[in-house]
Structures are given as structure tokens and as C-alpha cells.
């Protein structure tokens, strides 16, 4: 059975850092993050594939950066230079069997809230 469950986010001032971590039992491949923003659609954020290959929303990208360790089938997100429009809910989340994008997800974390305040 696969769980994802991640811990970290919190609230920060703009500016400010924080960084996430999803612990992943019973899988081994690609992992991403997303997140949810009140009144909005889920968006993809960033993932790793199993190669290794990173790919980050343009929306995000030189602000967060996502790395994983396999040994410990953990995957991060470290997030610099928060804006206010980054608060969300953020969901670890992985395929079952192929893909690397938000549609194909089917494995999802609790989510962990991210408040950034100006």
C-alpha cells in the first residue's frame, strides 16, 4: 500500500523560507508536488522523475527547488523568496504507473499548509 505523508509548511512573512518533506512508503518512482490555493484549481509545482530529471513551474522556478533521496524514498521542497500568491495547501503526490504531471497522479499526501503574509 502506498503513503505518501508530508510534513512541514507553516506560516511565513513575504520573503520568508520554508521547506517541505514527503516520506514515501511502498513506492519508488517519480514524485512532484502540487498545491491547491483557496478557491482555485490543484496546479502542478515540480517533480522528480525516477532518472533523476527536475522539472519546475515557471511560476516557482529560482524560488523552490525539489530534490529527493532515494535511499530514504523522500522527496523535498525547499521554498525561498515566498510570496503571499504561494499560500496553498501542498500535496506529495506520485503516479501509479507512468506519467510525471498533475493528470497522471493517483497516490496523494494529506497536504500541508502554506500561509505567507505580507
Known amino acids: 500500500q502506498v503513503q505518501l505523508r508530508e510534513t512541514g509548511g507553516g506560516s511565513v512573512q513575504t520573503g520568508g523560507s520554508l521547506g517541505l518533506t514527503c516520506v514515501a512508503s511502498?513506492?519508488?518512482?517519480?514524485m512532484g508536488w502540487t498545491r491547491q490555493a483557496p478557491g482555485k484549481e490543484r496546479e502542478w509545482v515540480a517533480h522528480?522523475?525516477?532518472?533523476?530529471?527536475?522539472q519546475i513551474a515557471d511560476s516557482v522556478k529560482g524560488r523552490f527547488t525539489i530534490s529527493r533521496d532515494n535511499a530514504k524514498n523522500t522527496l523535498y521542497l525547499q521554498m525561498n523568496s515566498l510570496k503571499t500568491e504561494d499560500t496553498a495547501v501542498y500535496y506529495c503526490?506520485?503516479?501509479?504507473?507512468?506519467?510525471?504531471?498533475?493528470?497522471?497522479?493517483?497516490?496523494w499526501g494529506q497536504g500541508t499548509q502554506v500561509t505567507v503574509s505580507s
Open positions: 503526490a506520485a503516479p501509479a504507473t507512468s506519467g510525471l504531471f498533475l493528470p497522471d497522479y493517483n497516490y
Open positions: 511502498g513506492y519508488a518512482g517519480c
Open positions: 522528480v522523475a525516477t532518472d533523476g530529471n527536475i
